[in-house]
């Protein structure tokens, strides 16, 4: 079956605590991104990636970090999370094609509730 | 101002009803649109893409007016399923960056 899956799909962690929050998909996409939903705020992307090894900032970067090793799994990392940081995490991969994922469909994972405390 | 703006709701209607959604987009670079859906505390599935001639998919028709900035969405004959929010998506270049932005969300409820 053609998914996006994210891990764990909920955190409560304590300021400071570095954590990662895994995604992977299997639909072999070149593009993978992070977003974070906030209420009224609709989601901000956080990072993009447009293929292995190459990363960018999206809208809202500060405070995390992206790697991409391998095609198939984009991890979110929060090296010293803080309470701001609360709020509901999506991973999302598309084709990438000319645009960069801008014209294709985007399939999301399940979502990740992180709590910092 | 918000790159991506939509009347948050809730809109309420009942069983069989046409509703239409407005979304507007500040960015005149923008260069492709969507309509997404979102269930409650679920991921946004694509509901549709919206071109500049306008698109129908069953019950969902899409409009784009790119004079305007703004983007639409009408559903016809509205069933109890059609409850949910729907988020209007804009994606641009931006001085090398690509970026896809999504509005707030539109909250519909269909009642019997």
């Known amino acids: 079956e053609a998914q996006v899956t994210q891990n764990p799909r909920y955190l409560i962690t304590v300021t400071g605590k570095k954590l990662t929050v895994t995604c992977s998909q299997n639909m072999n996409h070149e593009y993978m991104s992070w977003y974070r939903q906030d209420p009224g705020l609709g989601l901000r992307q956080i990072y993009y990636?447009?293929?292995?090894?190459?990363?960018d900032k999206g809208d809202v970067p500060e405070g995390y970090k992206v790697s991409r090793k391998e095609k198939r799994n984009f991890p979110l990392i929060l090296e010293s999370p803080s309470p701001n940081q609360t709020s509901l995490y999506f991973c999302a991969s598309s084709f990438g094609t000319t645009t960069g994922g801008l014209d294709n469909e985007q399939f999301f994972g399940p979502g990740t509730r992180l709590t910092v405390l | 101002r918000k790159e991506v703006e939509q009347d948050p709701g809730p809109f309420n209607v009942p069983e069989g009803a046409t509703v239409a959604f407005n979304c507007t987009y500040s960015n005149s670079a923008s260069q492709s649109f969507f309509w997404y859906r979102q269930d409650c505390r679920k991921e946004p599935k694509l509901l549709m893409s919206v071109y500049s001639s306008g698109n129908e998919d069953g019950r969902f028709t899409a409009q784009l007016n790119r004079a305007s900035q703004y983007i639409s969405l009408l559903i016809r004959d509205s069933k109890l399923s059609d409850s949910a929010t729907y988020l209007c998506?804009?994606?641009?270049?931006?001085?090398?960056?690509?970026?896809?932005?999504f509005g707030s969300g539109t909250r519909l409820q269909v009642q019997p």
């Open positions: 998506v804009v994606g641009r270049m931006d001085t090398g960056r690509r970026a896809l932005t």
């Open positions: 990636s447009m293929n292995v090894e190459v990363t």
